[in-house]
């Protein structure tokens, strides 16, 4: 056997460093069988490979047969578990930023708690060393493994709350707990959207083009201002919008659940109630006189027993109607919306639950202020059952007249 010359013998050492596991085992036998006649006691010798790697690697060649190692079960240990104290002092400087607390002590006090931030704070306020520290790439690892992730902001906190809120909702969840238990009661959500300003506006967002979309400096002088009103059946995800043209009021509300139901009806008529989730809003408000007259002459006009159940006020989030408002938005979003048809032809193809959408389009002139006098409400209070310990947020309508065929 001639002795390799020394640049060989380099490169050989420097491949086999590129190599790992069955691989590199596999490359240090072969080179000991090609030129050092299968002697794992020469590679060991001659390269300093291992003496017992090298026989495995040997016995994998002859066999055919390749051993797989724990290799990923190797490596360093997570850095806390190394070092406890260094995880209890993270959560001492950072514990009270991470909770909200406006006196947090002074090292993150109007600061974004940041990997490098933390890792200076340790220096400043724990004794640290620089050292002694891993680099600010391992701390974000570390700070993700202690729980202390990047988060969105949370619209969790209600403005207000008034001391019935438990009672309305637990209102809301025995109404939706008899709706599902009766295949005669449709379940349905309705509210309206932030009115849409047509014309060539700028809008958030982003769409794909050969070239940027091109939009006025200045949203001024709409062309048309468009109210959506959503109805969505809550166990299906069928959703209707409708948009209206002039005004938001109760008048608009009842005709777009008149139009809703004079289809609907046709496909679902074994349904004889309707549970109407909805906000207390001024132009739905169980204390508008409008709307309930219209909400009579519906149940009347139909033969649908209609209870509208409330939520409580600042908590419209609840609504199922309100996530499909986000879905809309980031559908047309980065889009001009520059014409009604336009419009209506986005809201057509937006999808929920995998749905499209039925879009109508309604452009009577509606009338703000319509009232109806006190003499005149006191037969249509009549009709109305309410709750007795929440008149105001649960409200049940009963047919009188024969339905209409």
Same mark, same amino acid.
């Given at each position: 056997m001639?002795?390799l010359?020394? %640049?060989?013998?380099k490169?050989?050492?420097?491949?086999a460093r590129?190599?790992?596991?069955?691989?590199?085992?596999r490359?240090? +036998?072969?080179?000991?069988?090609d030129?050092?006649?299968?002697s794992?006691?020469?590679?060991?010798?001659?390269?300093?490979?291992?003496?017992?790697?090298?026989?495995?690697?040997? $016995?994998?060649?002859?066999?055919?047969?390749?051993c797989l190692?724990r290799f990923?079960e190797?490596?360093r240990?997570?850095t806390?578990?190394?070092?406890?104290?260094?995880?209890?002092?993270?959560?001492?400087l950072?514990?009270?930023? /991470?909770?909200?607390?406006?006196?947090s002590?002074?090292?993150f006090?109007?600061?974004?708690?940041? /990997?490098? /931030?933390?890792?200076?704070?340790?220096i400043?306020?724990?004794?640290y060393?620089?050292?002694?520290?891993p680099?600010?790439?391992?701390?974000?690892?570390?700070?993700?493994?202690l729980?202390?992730?990047l988060?969105?902001v949370?619209?969790?906190?209600?403005?207000k709350? @008034?001391?019935?809120?438990?009672a @309305?909702?637990?209102?809301v969840?025995?109404?939706?707990?008899? +709706?599902?238990?009766s295949e005669?009661?449709?379940?349905?959500?309705?509210?309206?959207?932030?009115?849409?300003?047509?014309?060539?506006?700028?809008?958030?967002g982003?769409?794909r083009?050969?070239?940027?979309?091109?939009?006025?400096?200045?949203?001024?002088?709409?062309?048309a201002t468009?109210i959506p009103?959503g109805i969505?059946?809550?166990?299906t995800g069928?959703?209707?919008?409708v948009?209206?043209?002039?005004?938001?009021?109760?008048d608009?509300?009842?005709?777009?659940l008149e139009?809703w139901w004079?289809?609907r009806?046709?496909c679902?008529p074994?349904?004889?109630?309707?549970?109407i989730n909805?906000?207390?809003?001024?132009?739905?408000?169980?204390?508008?006189?409008?709307?309930?007259?219209r909400m009579?002459a519906?149940?009347d006009?139909?033969?649908?027993?209609i209870?509208?159940?409330?939520?409580?006020p600042y $908590?419209?989030?609840?609504?199922?109607?309100?996530r499909c408002?986000g879905?809309l938005e980031?559908?047309?979003?980065? +889009?001009l919306?520059?014409?009604?048809?336009t419009v209506?032809?986005?809201?057509?193809?937006?999808t929920w639950k995998?749905?499209r %959408?039925?879009v109508?389009?309604?452009e009577t002139?509606?009338e703000?202020g319509?009232r109806?006098?006190?003499?005149?409400?006191?037969?249509?209070? /009549?009709?109305?059952q309410?709750?007795?310990?929440?008149?105001?947020w649960?409200?049940? @309508?009963t047919?009188?007249e024969?339905?209409?065929g």
């Amino acid at each position: 056997m001639q002795p390799l010359p020394e %640049p060989t013998l380099k490169t050989i050492r420097h491949a086999a460093r590129l190599l790992t596991g069955p691989k590199r085992r596999r490359f240090q +036998a072969q080179v000991t069988h090609d030129y050092l006649d299968g002697s794992a006691r020469q590679a060991e010798r001659v390269f300093g490979w291992g003496r017992d790697t090298v026989q495995l690697g040997l $016995h994998e060649l002859r066999s055919g047969i390749t051993c797989l190692g724990r290799f990923t079960e190797r490596g360093r240990h997570p850095t806390e578990e190394d070092n406890p104290q260094l995880a209890q002092d993270i959560r001492e400087l950072v514990e009270p930023h /991470a909770q909200g607390d406006p006196t947090s002590p002074a090292p993150f006090a109007y600061t974004r708690l940041t /990997a490098k /931030a933390v890792r200076q704070a340790l220096i400043d306020h724990k004794g640290y060393r620089d050292e002694e520290l891993p680099r600010e790439r391992t701390f974000g690892n570390l700070l993700n493994r202690l729980g202390y992730r990047l988060r969105h902001v949370q619209k969790t906190r209600p403005l207000k709350k @008034i001391k019935q809120t438990d009672a @309305i909702f637990a209102n809301v969840e025995r109404a939706h707990e008899q +709706a599902a238990a009766s295949e005669e009661t449709l379940r349905i959500s309705i509210d309206t959207k932030a009115k849409v300003q047509v014309g060539e506006f700028s809008r958030d967002g982003e769409a794909r083009g050969a070239g940027p979309v091109k939009a006025l400096d200045h949203d001024m002088k709409p062309v048309a201002t468009l109210i959506p009103f959503g109805i969505l059946e809550v166990v299906t995800g069928l959703l209707t919008i409708v948009f209206g043209t002039t005004r938001l009021t109760s008048d608009f509300v009842v005709d777009c659940l008149e139009q809703w139901w004079q289809v609907r009806r046709k496909c679902l008529p074994h349904v004889k109630k309707l549970v109407i989730n909805l906000d207390n809003g001024p132009e739905t408000s169980s204390q508008r006189t409008q709307f309930l007259k219209r909400m009579v002459a519906l149940a009347d006009r139909f033969g649908l027993v209609i209870e509208l159940v409330y939520y409580p006020p600042y $908590h419209s989030k609840y609504n199922p109607i309100e996530r499909c408002w986000g879905i809309l938005e980031a559908h047309w979003n980065g +889009a001009l919306l520059g014409s009604v048809e336009t419009v209506l032809g986005w809201a057509r193809t937006m999808t929920w639950k995998g749905q499209r %959408p039925e879009v109508h389009l309604i452009e009577t002139e509606y009338e703000r202020g319509r009232r109806v006098g006190k003499e005149e409400m006191k037969g249509y209070e /009549a009709r109305l059952q309410r709750c007795g310990t929440l008149p105001r947020w649960s409200v049940i @309508i009963t047919p009188q007249e024969v339905p209409m065929g």
